[in-house]
């Protein structure tokens, strides 16, 4: 395994190079994901808000409000007309829960809009943007965060981890020595 030892050294400095583009292009992905999503579920949240808007508008012309609506078509014999009673309850607690995510999620700083994206996170909408993703760098200030968070995440994984299992296992020391200079 001797024979790694001039070869792992001469590659080194390429390979952190490499890693620090591949970290830092990887993590600016994160606020560019966040970002689709977010526009695919708005996408999501006016769709639902249309359809109780009909639903509003049906109870209005009956004279009741969505709840009464939907309380009415609950104590019916027809399982049809109960379905409908549900699928009402169903969409003003999507409304409900979209626009708090997504208000959540537009209102989030820098700093806390990983964890609020998880905490909010619907996974029926985040697979259907994943199917769609386009890969991007985002020139924000934010993108540049998450870029310099790739670089630092994956030189410590290198530094931290592989290299010096790398060293191990063609038996160098994980430091360079330096070369004296002849005159």
């Keep these: 395994m001797r024979w790694l ?3 792992f050294f001469a590659g080194e ?4 190079r490499i890693l620090c583009v591949l970290g830092a292009v990887f993590f600016a992905q994160a606020p560019e994901f966040m970002q689709q999503y977010l526009q695919r579920l708005g996408g999501h949240l ?3 808000r249309r359809q109780l808007a009909q639903f509003e508008e049906i109870a209005r012309q009956a004279g009741k409000t969505v709840q009464e609506l939907a309380t009415q078509y609950a104590a ?8 409908m009673g549900k699928l009402v309850n169903d969409t003003e607690l999507r409304v409900s829960a979209l626009g708090s995510a997504e208000a959540a999620l537009r209102d989030a700083s820098v700093w806390t809009r990983p964890f609020v994206f998880l905490r909010e996170l619907d ?16 020139t ?4 540049l965060l998450y870029a310099l968070i790739g ?3 994956v030189l410590g994984l290198y530094y931290g981890l592989v290299k010096p299992i790398a060293c191990r296992l063609c038996g160098a020391s994980s430091t360079r020595k330096p070369v004296a200079k002849v005159a």
Excluded: C, H, M
């Design 5 to 7: 030892k001039p070869l």
């Design 151 to 153: 670089v630092a995440f």
């Design 13 to 16: 400095s390429l390979i952190d």
């Design 46 to 48: 006016a769709e639902a």
């Design 140 to 143: 924000t200030i934010e993108g």
């Design 123 to 138: 996974w029926e909408i985040a697979r259907g943007t994943g199917n769609v993703y386009k890969p991007a760098v985002p």
């Design 76 to 83: 019916n014999a027809d399982p049809a007309v109960v379905s």
